[in-house]
């Protein structure tokens, strides 16, 4: 009887595995499929994180970007072959053409006019002018804005409270002191564009 049982229960013990591991595999199956959406997504996030990284290289080791700078104002920033700073609605203005260079960790860089040579600098009480050698006054901190415009600081000096002055053009194209500008108006807010490849190359 004993024997019996053994030979009885044998196919029903074997097929009972069978469903066990047809189940365990429609689990993991189910699981893999489940998780293909969130892989995707990962990878996705990963691609956009390399983009990001790519697109902001020049913050981390001295790349250089020649490109106009736009303002929230409706201005394109010049430097001329005087150091004067102001703005000029001329899209083809040669003395827009800058060159912007990063000089250290953290967003650090400098503005340099390609046809008069001249850094933008900011003094002690935030007035902005053109300087023919380079030194720490020329330093801009580079913030990046939710409306997709950047916003340059100094990175040497700030207001008395400690807030930040920033590079900016009024409504009318001059340059304004730094104690008057904020970050959040758009007289701070630029655009930097694109020079076809015939700007970048000045005489």
Not at 22 to 30: F, M, T
Not at 163 to 185: C, D, Q, V, W
């Amino acid at each position: 009887m004993h024997i019996w049982r053994l030979k009885w229960n044998l196919p029903h013990l074997l097929f009972g595995l069978y469903l066990h591991i047809i189940i365990i595999v429609a689990s993991v199956s189910l699981a893999c499929s489940d998780k293909v959406p969130e892989q995707l997504a990962t990878v996705m996030n990963c691609s956009k994180h390399e983009r990001h990284t790519r697109n902001y290289d020049y913050m981390e080791g001295g790349d250089v970007r020649i490109r106009r700078l736009f303002s929230g104002t409706q201005w394109f920033l010049t430097i001329d072959d005087s150091g004067n700073i102001s703005g000029t609605q001329d899209p083809k203005n040669c003395y827009s053409i800058l060159e912007i260079r990063t000089v250290s960790e953290g967003g650090v860089l400098a503005i340099k006019g390609v046809k008069s040579q001249y850094y933008i600098s900011m003094n002690r009480t935030g007035m902005l002018r053109g300087k023919k050698e380079y030194s720490d006054s020329c330093n801009f901190k580079e913030v990046f804005l939710e409306n997709f415009y950047s916003a340059y600081s100094s990175a040497k000096w700030t207001k008395q409270n400690g807030t930040e002055m920033f590079i900016a053009l009024s409504r009318n194209g001059k340059p304004l002191r730094g104690r008057r500008t904020r970050k959040e108006h758009p007289s701070s807010h630029f655009l930097p564009r694109e020079c076809k490849e015939d700007d970048k190359h000045l005489d």
